[in-house]
C-alpha cells in the first residue's frame, strides 16, 4: 500500500543514514554515559572495532569538566616514543586539558614495526578502509561516542613517522578531520615500502607539484583539511625538503597559488608562511628532529624551540586555547 511522500521521504531518509552510519557516531550520549574516569587519567580501550592495524587505543581524560562541543585531539607519537609521555611533552596534554577535549593516543606495538614506527610507507596501511588508517578511524568513532566530543571537530597532528601518518589521515579520511599537524614528516605517498622510505627521508625525490597531488586519492565532495607543517632546517632524520613537497601537495589539492599570501618572521630562527587560513609551514633554523616546544627537554624528541607548536597549531586550527 502507497503511503503517499511522507512515508517514501521517510524510508529513504533511513536508507541513507545507514549507507554512511559507520562514518558518523550513533549519536551523543547522555551525561550518565561520560567516562567516570579521574580527570588527568589515561585509560585504553579495547572494543573499539575489528582493529586491522592491531595498534592499542589510549584516551586522556581532561582535567576541565567535559563539554558536548569539545573537540577531539589525536596525537601520533614518533618511532620509539611513549604515547602517553610525548603527549606530555609535547604540551597535548595541558592544551587538551584547557579546551576540555579527550586526547586520543594511538599506540603502536613493537610486531607491527620493530622501532615502533607507524607503517607511513605502506599503501595498505594509510588508505582509507585499510590497515592502522582504519584502526585510528574506529578508533575516532569509538572516542566520539565514549566521550562526547564534537565530530565537527576532529584534529590530528604527529611528529616524524607519526606526522606521516597524520597527513596520510587527513588525505584518506578528510570527511573526519578538520584540520591536522605534520611536524618533521613526509608528503602523503612519498614511499610504497621501507626501502623507499629510507631514500625519501634522507635523499628526498624531486618531483612537481602536479605529481604530488597525483599521489593522493581524492574523496568526492570532500573539502580538505587546514594543515600546519613544522619542520626544522636542521633536521638530519627527516631531510627539510619533506616539509616543501608536503606544502606543495596540500596547495595543490586545495587549488591554491605555489606562493604564500604572506611570509612572518616572529624571530631571527622562525618563519612562517600561509597560504590563507587552510595551509601554514613553519621553518625553524638551527631546529634538528624534533617536536617544539617553548622551554624545558622532556623528551629527546621534544626540544626547546622558542614556540609552543601544539598551542600555535590549535590557534590556526581556529581553537581557543585559553
Not at 21 to 44: K, Q
Not at 184 to 213: I, N, T
Not at 216 to 236: C, F, I, K, Q, Y
Request: charged share 20%; glycine share 10%.
Amino acid at each position: 500500500m502507497d503511503d503517499g511522500w511522507p512515508g517514501r521521504f521517510a524510508r529513504l531518509t533511513r536508507r541513507a543514514l545507514e549507507q554512511v552510519s559507520d562514518l558518523i557516531p550513533a549519536g551523543p550520549p547522555a551525561w550518565t554515559d561520560l567516562p567516570r574516569e579521574p580527570a588527568g587519567r589515561v585509560v585504553e580501550v579495547t572494543d573499539f572495532g575489528a582493529n586491522p592495524g592491531r595498534l592499542r587505543m589510549h584516551v586522556r581524560i581532561p582535567t576541565a569538566p567535559g563539554r558536548r562541543d569539545a573537540p577531539l585531539l589525536v596525537l601520533l607519537h614518533g618511532c620509539g616514543q611513549d604515547a602517553v609521555r610525548f603527549a606530555a611533552a609535547s604540551g597535548f596534554a595541558a592544551l587538551a586539558d584547557r579546551l576540555g577535549a579527550p586526547l586520543l593516543l594511538p599506540d603502536q606495538q613493537a610486531e607491527n614495526n620493530q622501532q615502533r614506527c607507524f607503517n607511513w610507507f605502506r599503501p595498505g596501511d594509510t588508505r582509507r578502509g585499510g590497515g592502522e588508517a582504519a584502526s585510528i578511524r574506529q578508533m575516532v568513532g569509538e572516542a566520539l561516542r565514549r566521550f562526547g566530543a564534537d565530530p565537527r571537530h576532529v584534529y590530528v597532528a604527529g611528529l616524524s613517522a607519526g606526522g606521516a601518518l597524520a597527513a596520510a589521515l587527513l588525505a584518506s579520511y578528510p570527511d573526519v578531520f578538520a584540520a591536522g599537524g605534520v611536524v618533521a614528516g613526509l608528503p602523503v605517498g612519498a614511499a610504497r615500502d621501507v626501502h623507499e622510505a629510507v631514500r625519501q627521508m634522507q635523499r628526498p625525490e624531486p618531483a612537481p607539484r602536479e605529481a604530488w597531488v597525483a599521489r593522493v586519492e581524492r574523496l568526492t565532495g570532500a573539502r580538505w583539511p587546514r594543515l600546519s607543517v613544522w619542520h626544522g632546517e636542521a633536521d638530519r632524520t627527516v631531510d627539510p625538503a619533506n616539509a616543501e613537497a608536503l606544502v606543495a601537495q596540500w596547495t595543490g589539492l586545495l587549488g591554491l597559488p605555489e606562493a604564500p599570501d604572506a611570509e612572518h618572521r616572529p624571530a631571527p630562527h622562525l618563519r612562517r608562511r600561509v597560504w590563507g587560513d587552510a595551509v601554514e609551514h613553519w621553518s625553524l633554523a638551527g631546529y634538528g628532529h624534533a617536536f617544539p616546544v617553548a622551554g624545558g627537554e622532556a623528551d629527546p624528541f621534544v626540544l626547546p624551540a622558542g614556540i609552543a607548536a601544539a598551542e600555535a597549531m590549535a590557534r590556526f586550527w581556529g581553537l581557543a586555547a585559553d
